[in-house]
Nanobody, 123 residues
């Protein structure tokens, strides 16, 4: 299984970006997917997750109302639409595939990770 994230970049505060993560190997629609981020000097933190069908989504409180996670199972792709970006959103963003678990926000419940895409928000 390989996960390839893209779409990061430099954006001004208040701007928007859409991250994409394309999965190869395995049956994409069989797995929930998540997004995490890690800022320099900080631990990796949960951002958002989406169920296998895409019907159910989960968000960290810090991004709720500003970020939207979605997926297209026909394209083996999960997205993270980010708007109202703030400087504190600056981080390396990772997509990940979840194991069969009841938890969505724990990084230990994800067994495949993409390489990360950098998001930098200037003030």
């Amino acid at each position: 299984v390989q996960l390839q994230a893209s779409g990061g970049g430099l954006v001004q505060a208040g701007g928007s970006l859409r991250l994409s993560c394309v999965a190869s190997g395995g049956t994409f629609s069989n797995y929930a997917m998540g997004w995490f981020r890690q800022a320099p000097g900080k631990e990796r933190e949960f951002v958002a997750a989406i169920s296998r069908s895409g019907v159910t989504t989960y968000y960290a409180d810090l991004v709720k109302g500003r970020f939207t996670v979605s997926r297209d199972n026909a394209k083996n792709t999960v997205y993270l639409q980010m708007s109202g970006l703030k400087p504190e959103d600056t981080a390396l963003y990772y997509c990940a595939r979840r194991v069969d678990s009841i938890y969505y926000s724990r990084s230990n419940d994800y067994n495949y990770w993409g390489q990360g895409t950098q998001v930098t928000v200037s003030s």
